[in-house]
């Protein structure tokens, strides 16, 4: 079942054991993000700290930075679940004449009218409606030491298109000036900036701060301009959002947030913003944006503040990069057929680098699997790196996926340099918003591709010998040896063979030893 709203996805935090209630008097500024980093490093709990100086509010942190956790968020066992409840709508295919396939269809359509949000007359995030706000009664944090101060960090940043009227829901970062002030770090390629460019000088606008879980990823996803977050979100609960009218703005908010912030964008009040500690794993510098004029602040009753912390991965942001990894290769698949999998690397900031394993069927396939992901949405700025493989390698293991691109590669045909536009907070790239890609033709090679060799077999050892060895397992004396060592220091292909191993008859699970 989905969560209407944070504090109830909190609450299944708590019984679930992945929640860590810390009373202790801690400062918004760099101690919390201090603790928050230690514990996102060790693949610790979901955090609610109580007493935070300088304000009555509680600050939730960490409440994604878990594969558990990301799947909770959706009502699910596990991020596959979510992306086959997406796969199951983009199966749809046109009912017969008869009665009965008329009516299998009409059911397999009904979580599309999810879809659609539900405005309601009153919502619980204007239990408290203040038209004197006061940031500075936020639990703002301020994240790094070279910060340019306090930045809200998981924003829901709400707009609607002055032509079409359609939303748009973005998670554009904003540091707080003063009580009424604050930047709006929306760039270029961002649908909150194109709406701003449409509306000219003044753009109305709310921020939620604390939604239900999953209108909250709905707004890091990379969705194209013909579906709003709103939409997507209701489909991904399995019901729709809730909206309530803004009281000072033409725009309808998330009913049951924790905060709504309403004001405007003047786009001609720029203001130096930064730096800022930023995903990359360095500090995105000082640049000029326009600010965000808050006019009206409304809450809850007891509130809960919801922030993140980012910066050298692993941090609580990859398994929201994870999460799209899964739940978009369902829709990437629909654009691609051939694409078999997808890896989005923790390591890789979840967007630098992605590894693709294709069905290649014709020579230059790889290469045109590239250029057409290169064309896609955010992928077209934000994939820095895209290295293809061949549908039989397991683009989940990193070291087989070494070993094949290493094993592969010939630099002078298998390597491409794109020029085009990247990320804003591409600080290799010798331009802002403009520079080169790479990508990595790993795919075994044809004579119709220019490879007039044979291309080598993989080293594989024969099913009859394995099985014999499976059967006759324990007669060898190993088992006290293999269970000794450590699991984790193997290379993918030990991996597998331990896993051949735990499947022999009579064998008994392993446990990996202690460190």
């Known amino acids: 079942m989905p969560f209407d709203t944070l504090r109830a996805y909190v609450e299944a935090l708590r019984k679930a054991g992945e929640l860590a209630v810390v009373d202790a008097p801690v400062d918004r500024r760099l101690e919390v993000a201090e603790i928050a980093d230690r514990v996102m490093k060790a693949g610790g709990p979901a955090l609610l700290f109580t007493r935070v100086r300088g304000s009555k509010v509680p600050v939730l942190i960490n409440a994604f930075g878990s594969q558990r956790r990301m799947a909770m968020a959706f009502g699910a066992g596990s991020l596959e ?14 009912p017969g004449e008869g009665f009965f396939e008329k009516l299998g269809a009409l059911r397999a359509l009904a979580p599309l009218a999810n879809a659609v949000p539900r405005t309601v007359a009153h919502g619980s995030c204007q239990d408290v409606v203040l038209r004197t706000p006061d940031l500075s009664k936020l639990p703002v944090l301020t994240t790094w ?12 940043v709400i707009t609607a298109d002055p032509r079409s009227g359609r939303y748009n829901i973005g998670m554009y970062r904003m540091q707080v000036y003063n009580a009424r002030e604050t930047g709006m ?28 879980p999953v209108l909250t990823y709905a707004a890091t996803a990379p969705l194209p ?15 729709p959002v809730k909206l309530v009218a803004a009281k000072t703005v033409p725009l309808k908010v998330p009913a049951d947030a924790e905060f709504i912030l309403e004001g405007y964008v003047d786009n001609e009040d720029l203001r130096s913003e930064g730096p800022f500690g930023d995903h990359t794993g360095v500090y995105s510098l000082a640049d000029r944006y326009p600010t965000f004029h808050v006019t009206a602040m409304t809450h809850r009753r007891n509130p809960i503040y919801a922030a993140t912390l980012v910066g050298k991965p692993p941090m609580e942001d ?27 690397p923790v390591e890789g900031g979840f967007h630098n680098l992605a590894i693709v394993s294709i069905r290649k069927a014709y020579p230059g396939h790889a290469k045109k699997v590239m250029n057409a992901l290169w064309g896609l949405g955010h992928m077209m700025m934000l994939t820095r790196m895209l290295v293809i493989v061949d549908a039989d390698v397991d683009v989940q293991d990193p070291r087989t996926v ?11 045909r298998d390597v491409v340099l794109m020029p085009g536009p990247v990320d804003d907070l591409d600080h290799g790239s010798y331009n802002v918003a403009y520079g080169t890609k790479l990508g990595i033709d790993a795919t075994r090679k044809s004579a119709a591709e220019g490879y007039e060799r044979q291309w080598p077999p993989d080293i594989a050892m024969d099913r009859a010998t394995r099985c014999l060895v499976d059967r006759r397992w324990r007669e060898y004396g190993l088992d006290r040896i293999m269970r000794s060592l450590h699991t984790d220091d193997w290379s993918g292909q030990g991996q597998q063979a331990l896993a051949r191993l735990m499947r022999s008859p009579g064998v008994a699970p392993m446990q990996p030893r202690e460190k």
Do not use: C, S
């Open 81 to 94: 679940e979510v992306a086959q409840r997406l796969r199951a709508l983009l199966a749809f295919t046109p």
């Open 145 to 156: 030491p070279l910060d340019g101060g306090p930045f809200i960090t998981l924003p829901l």
């Open 185 to 212: 770090h929306w760039q270029r390629h961002k649908h909150g900036r194109a709406h701003a460019d449409a509306w000219g000088k003044k753009i109305p606008v709310a921020v939620a701060i604390g939604a239900d």
């Open 225 to 239: 301009p013909v579906l709003d977050e709103y939409a997507f979100a209701g489909i991904l609960r399995g019901a």
């Open 318 to 344: 990859a398994w929201i990069g994870k999460a799209t990894e899964r739940i978009f290769l369902p829709f990437l698949q629909m654009v691609l057929p051939e694409v078999v999998d997808m890896n989005l």
């Open 402 to 412: 070494a070993w094949f691109v290493l094993n592969n590669l010939a630099p002078e």
